[in-house]
């Protein structure tokens, strides 16, 4: 069937996406939801087959395949998602990425006030696993987690948020820059930050790069200023697929498989529902401010 989809130009270029993974679409979702034509939307995401003016022209329905916001001479569905110049100056797609921010600050928060107290930071995690079977104390195994916030029970968090912008931690280095997540430990002389993108799923690879090289100087000031430095990248692509750099984050940092797990679905049901609303606006000059989604406002998928 993969090879099969591979050799489809328009339906087969999900088989490129190998830096992520797609939404979990259960079977319960699927039947259970409350909103069939945003669950639609995501399947169609896939395939490439979600109407858009591209296509419209090509299916013979429209005789002009432009954006209408930019003017694009074609307005294919990752124009629309993360490359029309108008969605970005009016703030759709920073919307969705500080939606995105939003559904993970209360995890990494929760996270980090865990981290910070004595006993938890003393030791590395420790995980319990059963073999399969019948089991008994003998058969069971216990694996450490290592974590980038052990050894300090000091740690700060800050999120850059468009509507509330962060100032870089003066006792670090002075600077204009903001990733968009940052962890330290003035104690132990530790900064962590990871810089969140949405960008297409195609375009993944190229925008890790992109960050990567906006920072460098910073990095390197920080590193001359004695601090130990992790610099990561995010990305949760336009369709909702999350890029494995989330997963390795979030593992760098301490959380659990499950944590991990829950915290990445939401993150793939936050993104896709922002994208379906820059979809059905693709058409309308008016964009109005919208609060985000996550947080106190995330929803499971079972009740999308």
């Avoid at 039947?31 to 995501?42: D, E, G, L, S, V």
């Avoid at 939003?102 to 996270?111: A, C, F, I, K, S």
């Avoid at 300090?152 to 670090?172: G, N």
């Avoid at 697929?241 to 390795?248: H, L, P, Q, Y």
Wanted: hydrophobic share 35%.
């Amino acid at each position: 069937m993969t090879a099969h989809s591979i050799s489809l130009g328009l339906q087969g270029k999900w088989t490129g996406w190998d830096e992520c993974s797609p939404p979990i679409l259960t079977w319960k979702t699927l039947i259970n939801t409350r909103a069939p034509k945003f669950i639609a939307f995501i399947l169609n995401c896939f395939t490439t087959t979600v109407a858009t003016p591209e296509l419209k022209k090509l299916w013979g329905y429209w005789e002009f395949e432009g954006c209408k916001l930019c003017g694009k001479e074609k307005c294919s569905l990752s124009h629309i998602l993360a490359g029309c110049s108008t969605s970005r100056a009016q703030g759709r797609y920073s919307w969705r990425h500080d939606s995105v921010l939003n559904t993970t600050q209360p995890v990494l928060e929760n996270h980090i006030a865990k981290c910070n107290e004595k006993e938890s930071c003393a030791k590395p995690i420790q995980q319990v696993f059963v073999k399969a079977g019948p089991t008994s104390q003998k058969g069971k195994r216990v694996e450490e987690i290592t974590s980038l916030l052990q050894g300090a029970t000091d740690w700060k968090l800050l999120i850059d948020y468009d509507h509330k912008k962060i100032v870089f931690p003066p006792t670090i280095c002075p600077t204009s820059q903001r990733p968009d997540i940052i962890i330290w430990s003035e104690r132990t002389k530790v900064v962590i930050w990871a810089e969140l993108t949405c960008p297409a799923e195609e375009n993944i690879r190229s925008a890790q790069v992109r960050k990567q090289q906006r920072y460098m100087d910073l990095a390197a000031q920080v590193r001359e200023a004695g601090w130990t430095l992790h610099d990561l990248t995010v990305e949760a692509g336009a369709r909702g697929c999350v890029a494995d750099t989330f997963r390795r984050f979030l593992k760098k940092i301490g959380l659990s498989s499950r944590e991990t797990r829950e915290l990445l679905k939401d993150i793939a049901f936050t993104t896709a529902r922002c994208s379906y609303a820059i979809y059905l606006a693709a058409t309308n000059d008016f964009w109005p401010k919208h609060a985000l989604l996550g947080g106190a406002n995330a929803k499971p998928p079972s009740q999308i």
